[in-house]
């Protein structure tokens, strides 16, 4: 995402995440950590190597990091307003009627036992067993681009019932334990509630196998497409109750039609597809299906439970399903260009803090884009310096 640009055209980009920092900067009690943040979100951007306390510190002139230390765990700032500020950010520039919440979590490795919520647990981000924290997210997706818009913290049950360590960690006594599910339906709920443009939601089958989160999406009226594991979810159809698995095995030749699910990193996705009605009893003008993609070359087949417009069709259903890509995108994205991923801190707040931060820098490099696509000028991603006669373009 680093472009060559014109000195020009930096001086429009540097002064649109000047109108990003005074958006949020009503959020700020006092001018210090209002400057500050500034300082923060730019070293964030900076294309520095690590983007941790003391390098954000380093390269805003600051000799030690106290500074930005303080900024995320202490300094009188609304951390979840700045995060309504954010979403309302990326819709106002990527908002659109079909648009797409996406919900998934990401792991982040960390050393030591005393951060908030970390312990041994599966991180999807490694692939296995680590000793991590785990961020459940939500992304938004419109034909326009693709942000994170917001987040939740999870804390496993060990955790939350050692209430001393909670309370060493920052936790509030007030979370409990609730489910990665449970925790993460508070996120697309702050997104309705406030009005985001959308009419699908799409999650991975840890997700999306939980029938109480895709009941509560059908009382919004959210259409969805979430993955499901075969050999657990049941639907039912007029034979009754029917494992997903063993409706599609009794689908026709005919049934199946190639589509692709999106663009990839080598071209379209293309697959496999086919539907299967589900639900004796639709909702006027709703419907229910089963849907399954299969590889091509392998054969390999994955599983969707839908609900949606009963006029929508099959092509209408993959495209909601390869929208879950852009969550996995926002991930790498924010962890290599916002530093998502690179804190150095332990306690709960200010996990939020640089967690927030990191997704403003990253809603401003996706905005950039998308402005560029609709012939803007080009964004640049500079290695700026807390004032403007201090910054230069290009590390």
């Not at 996406?102 to 970390?118: E, M, N, W, Y």
């Not at 709920?189 to 009005?195: E, K, N, T, V």
């Not at 439970?305 to 209408?316: E, N, S």
Request: proline share 4%; net charge positive; charged share 25%.
């Amino acid at each position: 995402m680093l472009f060559v640009v014109a000195v020009a055209e930096i001086e429009a980009w540097w002064a649109e995440l000047d109108r990003l920092r005074d958006r949020i900067g009503r959020r700020f009690g006092r001018s210090e950590p209002r400057r500050r943040v500034r300082d923060y979100l730019c070293g964030l951007v900076a294309g520095l190597e690590r983007k941790n306390g003391w390098t954000v510190a380093e390269h805003a002139g600051d000799v030690s990091p106290d500074g930005m230390q303080r900024l995320l765990r202490w300094a009188d700032w609304d951390v979840e307003a700045v995060r309504d500020d954010v979403r309302d950010y990326v819709i106002e520039h990527l908002g659109r009627r079909d648009g797409v919440l996406i919900v998934d979590d990401t792991g982040f490795l960390k050393k030591g036992t005393r951060s908030a919520g970390i312990q041994r647990q599966y991180s999807g981000t490694a692939g296995r067993t680590e000793n991590c924290q785990v961020g459940a997210f939500l992304a938004y997706r419109s034909e326009a681009g693709h942000a994170l818009i917001d987040r939740q913290l999870y804390p496993p049950v060990s955790r939350t019932d050692d209430r001393d360590r909670c309370r060493a960690a920052g936790i509030p006594d007030e979370v409990a334990f609730a489910t990665k599910p449970e925790r993460a339906k508070a996120m697309p709920a702050r997104a309705l509630d406030a009005g985001v443009p959308c009419s699908w939601g799409t999650a991975d089958e840890a997700y999306g196998q939980v029938k109480s989160l895709r009941v509560w999406l059908e009382e919004r009226d959210i259409g969805y497409v979430m993955a499901t594991r075969r050999t657990d979810d049941v639907v039912t159809t007029s034979m009754g109750m029917v494992r997903v698995e063993d409706l599609v095995a009794a689908l026709p030749a005919s049934a199946w039609r190639r589509l692709s699910a999106g663009a990839g990193a080598h071209g379209p996705r293309i697959y496999q597809w086919a539907r299967v009605p589900i639900r004796v009893s639709w909702q006027p003008g709703r419907g229910y299906w089963a849907l399954t993609r299969r590889h091509p070359d392998t054969g390999e087949l994955a599983y969707y439970v839908c609900y949606g417009p009963r006029r929508c069709t099959l092509a209408d259903l993959v495209w909601v399903a390869g929208c879950r890509r852009a969550i996995e995108e926002c991930f790498q994205q924010a962890k290599t260009d916002a530093g998502l991923d690179h804190y150095q801190v332990r306690d709960w707040r200010a996990w939020y803090a640089h967690i927030t931060l990191s997704m403003a820098a990253h809603a401003w490099l996706t905005v950039a884009k998308s402005l560029v696509a609709q012939g803007e000028p080009s964004p640049a991603t500079t290695c700026w310096s807390a004032t403007p006669h201090r910054r230069s373009a290009g590390c």
